[in-house]
């Protein structure tokens, strides 16, 4: 599902799908850093987007008549970070008909929390 997305272009990488959530990774390089080094808030905010879209479609009863899109996002970014790569984690708040709601938690390898968003989620017909 990412060829020729952002999501390819920038390096996440889809690491773990499980029962009530997914996860992936993202490199912090120059595709992902602001001119000061630190990776960019808008980078986190395309891993957060990216997780829950593709969170919501994976949940969908028949992905051949419905599209998950994104509808509002928010994001709190709470420590920098300068190299390496960080994880975001995507868990399901509310999986209504018309509706999804996702928390998505950004961190270090470490454990160390980078970013908070929430995203809610469309679901058309």
Same mark, same amino acid.
């Given at each position: %599902?990412?060829?020729?997305?952002?999501?390819?272009?920038?390096?996440?990488? @889809?690491?773990? +799908?499980? !029962?009530? #959530?997914?996860?992936?990774? %993202?490199? =912090?390089?120059?595709?992902?850093?602001?001119? %000061?080094?630190?990776?960019?808030?808008?980078? *986190?905010?395309? /891993?957060? !987007?990216?997780?829950?879209?593709?969170?919501? #479609?994976?949940?969908?009863?028949?992905?051949?008549?419905?599209?998950?899109?994104?509808?509002?996002?928010?994001?709190?970014?709470?420590?920098?970070?300068? !190299?390496?790569?960080? @994880?975001?984690?995507?868990?399901?708040?509310?999986?209504?008909? *018309?509706?999804? +709601?996702?928390? +998505?938690?950004?961190?270090?390898?470490?454990?160390?929390?980078?970013?908070? *968003?929430? /995203?809610? =989620?469309?679901?058309?017909?």
């Amino acid at each position: %599902m990412s060829t020729g997305t952002i999501a390819e272009h920038i390096g996440i990488v @889809f690491t773990e +799908i499980g !029962e009530d #959530y997914i996860v992936a990774k %993202m490199p =912090v390089d120059d595709r992902t850093r602001q001119p %000061m080094k630190l990776l960019h808030g808008g980078a *986190s905010v395309v /891993l957060a !987007e990216t997780l829950g879209s593709v969170a919501s #479609y994976l949940c969908l009863p028949d992905p051949a008549t419905q599209k998950a899109v994104g509808l509002e996002i928010n994001a709190n970014h709470i420590r920098p970070v300068h !190299e390496g790569e960080v @994880f975001g984690k995507a868990t399901a708040v509310h999986l209504g008909r *018309s509706t999804h +709601i996702w928390e +998505i938690r950004i961190t270090t390898p470490a454990g160390k929390l980078v970013c908070v *968003s929430r /995203l809610t =989620v469309a679901i058309l017909s």
